[in-house]
């Protein structure tokens, strides 16, 4: 017997946990992103592009950037902070829309964590696609390679 095939209309929900180790002390990984001109630096892949319009970085401050392709940019993320508690976390909210279509919804936490060596980073996004698995793997892969982007940022 075969598998039967995912309900397109179903919502598809993930747990995402990703870590990273960054050479650099927490007061600077926490510049990185609660800098705006710095985040969108290195918060979306290379070759895309990230404005953000809205950032009142504080707990209860909305969030509101357009990404995707430069020029088109054809992604609009809505969400706000949740939670801040400086040099140790961020609890964001986030939705995802192309074209007033809702793609997905999502709970984002990123931990920072001082070590020997600098900090690390944990990032859990707790994840709701409209559209299927493809975008649970998105999420995936956007956030793998801004954990990456972010180290490499603060090298530079």
Same mark, same amino acid.
């Given at each position: 017997?075969?598998?039967?095939?995912?309900?397109?209309?179903?919502?598809?929900?993930?747990?995402?946990?990703?870590?990273?180790?960054?050479?650099?002390?927490?007061?600077?990984?926490?510049?990185?992103?609660?800098?705006?001109?710095?985040?969108?630096?290195?918060?979306?892949?290379?070759?895309?592009?990230?404005?953000?319009?809205?950032?009142?970085?504080?707990?209860?401050?909305? $969030?509101?950037?357009?990404?995707?392709?430069?020029?088109? !940019?054809?992604?609009? *993320? #809505? %969400?706000?902070?949740?939670? =801040? &508690?400086?040099?140790?976390?961020?609890?964001?909210?986030?939705?995802?829309?192309?074209?007033?279509? $809702?793609?997905?919804?999502?709970?984002?936490?990123?931990? !920072?964590?001082?070590? *020997? #060596? %600098?900090?690390?980073?944990? =990032? &859990?996004?707790?994840?709701?696609?409209?559209?299927?698995?493809?975008?649970?793997?998105?999420?995936?892969?956007?956030?793998?390679?801004?954990?990456?982007?972010?180290?490499?940022?603060?090298?530079?």
């Amino acid at each position: 017997m075969s598998e039967a095939a995912p309900d397109p209309g179903v919502p598809v929900t993930a747990t995402i946990s990703l870590g990273a180790d960054i050479e650099h002390p927490v007061a600077a990984v926490w510049n990185a992103f609660a800098d705006t001109g710095q985040r969108v630096r290195w918060g979306v892949p290379e070759g895309e592009e990230m404005v953000c319009d809205i950032d009142e970085f504080r707990p209860g401050g909305s $969030i509101r950037a357009r990404c995707g392709s430069p020029g088109a !940019l054809e992604f609009v *993320s #809505t %969400g706000q902070y949740c939670a =801040l &508690v400086t040099e140790r976390h961020i609890v964001t909210t986030e939705t995802l829309t192309r074209d007033d279509e $809702i793609l997905s919804t999502a709970i984002i936490t990123w931990t !920072l964590t001082a070590t *020997s #060596t %600098g900090t690390r980073v944990e =990032l &859990v996004d707790q994840v709701v696609s409209f559209v299927g698995q493809g975008m649970i793997d998105g999420h995936r892969n956007g956030h793998d390679i801004c954990l990456r982007q972010l180290g490499e940022f603060l090298n530079s």
